[in-house]
């Protein structure tokens, strides 16, 4: 319920003592930034209802409120406030205020936080993305900085992030020390839902929380506004929604079970806007000016399960994207105004992903000939934009911890029917750093930009400086698209201009 200042709600009363006020821990963060509407995400304390107020200024002088909902046990305390009718062009500043159900004369002190409106005409938009969050046993290490690639992302000042999934490592326990190779102290901060593996809510939760912790997240977070994705780690490596796990640490062993744990922890604790007929639908677009509409796709829960992949037609079983979300794609890709689509998917299209010696993870199966497996939904979206002549079309992946640019071709391809795109990778934001994989040719991709070093020893800490984002840098007048990779210092280390077609 929207309202001008000073509507039903009483103005926040004075609490004296700071400690009985309710308390804001975790921050606050915006998402789903579109044309007029955007989505406020906040967590308390204790049973408490959320207020938002906005304005156009720093000094609220414009303040508009929007009463929201309770924020209750069964939502692990979180709740989000839908912001509507918003100026185009506008960074929009907020704070979220708290008043305590049980005392309402108690209000919390305020979260702020800003984003940018998408322009409504031609204008210069900058749109960043990566991927991979406290992975490999790299947690906050305050003695280090925390999670520095957020502080280093939010200098870069963004319209938008992408965050393409691993937004937590829920399989992944920290140990409180990680001795380094040069004999040094990698010193983690452990909680005690990060010293197992999560099975229950409540220890997803505390996975999505402890990264909550980390200062340089916060302040990303109150800055920037999100498009958030998953990928695997927010459930279990590598897992498919059929999969019953051989894994001694879970005594949970159906993956459907610990997928909906997760994916519940997941809404709650990302500032994304629910789909109206289905609730737990990841996969979404959002337009960003006349310029920019992203494409968020979901390659976890629709996919048969990971195998040779070598299957010779469509169906459940060589699904990565699932038929209705193909569907989707094509029917959002040919309908889209913007000059750059930009598909934002969790796995890259041509490494190879192996899931144990004879399974793959990913799209690609190493096989070198015509498409076969998850490499049919992928062929038959190519061929569709061919079709219907859907131009500049822009991807951008994560996954492999690491970062890279490649260059799609149907010359150099065994399947030929799709015009040549870019695909960038970019990640770990604070994980560990791997590379390269293999690349398979049956869409003819060339390797233009690898930034890890030759040989490199798997498993890089953050410390080692691998930590890697990439930009989308689209100049409002000309349409130029200037796709970059950057790495934990904000150095751009590569860059390409792409310009428009038709």
């Known amino acids: ?51 938002v107020e906005y304005a156009t200024t720093e000094s609220f002088t414009d303040l508009r409120r929007v009463v929201g909902p309770a924020a209750l046990e069964d939502s692990g305390f979180t709740a989000r406030v839908e912001l509507r009718d918003l100026p185009p062009g506008q960074r929009i500043s907020y704070r979220v205020l708290f008043q305590d ?19 409504a005409g031609a204008a210069d938009v900058r749109l960043a993305w990566s991927a991979d969050t406290a992975g490999q046993g790299w947690g906050i290490s305050l003695d280090w900085g925390g999670m520095r690639l957020y502080e280093t992302m939010r200098q870069a000042a963004p319209d938008v992030f992408i965050h393409l999934g691993d937004t937590i490592y829920a399989d992944q326990p920290m140990k409180p020390e990680v001795t380094l190779d040069d004999g040094t102290l990698w010193r983690n901060l452990v909680t005690p839902a990060k010293s197992k593996v999560a099975e229950t809510l409540e220890e997803f939760r505390g996975n999505h929380l402890y990264n909550l912790m980390d200062e340089n997240v916060r302040r990303f977070n109150g800055e920037v506004g999100q498009v958030v994705i998953w ?6 490596d590598n897992w498919y929604p059929t999969e019953i796990l051989d894994d001694p640490r879970f005594t949970v062993k159906s993956v459907a079970l610990l997928a909906a744990r ?135 992946t994560a996954d492999v911890h690491y970062c890279a640019a490649h260059r799609y071709d149907p010359s150099r391809a065994r399947f030929t029917v799709f015009d040549p795109f870019w695909e960038f990778v970019a990640g770990p934001i604070h994980a560990g750093t791997f590379g390269p994989n293999e690349l398979d040719p049956t869409f003819g991709p060339e390797v233009r930009f690898t930034g890890i070093p030759a040989g490199m020893k798997p498993n890089r800490p953050p410390s080692e400086g691998l930590q890697f984002f990439g930009m989308l840098a689209v100049d409002g007048k000309t349409r130029v698209m200037t796709a970059s990779l950057h790495d934990l210092s904000g150095k751009a280390i590569f860059r390409q201009e792409l310009n428009p077609e038709s």
């Not at 990928?231 to 279990?236: G, M, Q, S, T, Y």
Request: net charge neutral; with cysteine.
């Open 1 to 51: 319920m929207a309202e001008a200042a000073g509507g039903v709600l009483a103005a926040p009363a004075l609490v004296t003592a700071d400690a009985a006020r309710p308390g804001i821990p975790s921050g606050t963060s915006a998402g789903d930034v579109t044309a007029g509407r955007a989505t406020v995400w906040s967590r308390c304390d204790r049973p408490a209802r959320m207020v």
């Open 101 to 119: 159900l049980a005392d309402l004369k108690g209000w919390s002190l305020p979260a702020t936080g800003s984003f940018r409106t998408p322009a």
């Open 231 to 236: 990928d695997d780690h927010e459930v279990h």
């Open 262 to 396: 997760a994916k519940r922890a997941f809404f709650e604790h990302q500032p994304i806007r629910l789909c109206p007929d289905e609730a737990e639908r990841v996969y979404r677009a959002y337009a960003y000016g006349p310029h920019v509409e992203v494409f968020a796709l979901d390659m976890r829960s629709y996919r048969g399960a990971n195998s040779p992949n070598r299957q010779a037609t469509l169906g459940p079983d060589s699904a990565i994207l699932g038929s209705a979300q193909v569907e989707w794609l094509k029917s959002s890709l040919a309908a889209s105004r913007a000059t750059w689509k930009v598909v934002a998917s969790d796995m890259p299209l041509g490494l190879v992903v192996h899931d144990g010696p004879t399974d793959f993870e990913a799209v690609a199966n190493g096989d070198p000939g015509a498409p076969l497996g998850r490499e049919l939904e992928i062929a038959g979206v190519l061929r569709f934009l061919r079709e219907r002549k859907v131009r500049n079309v822009v991807w951008v």
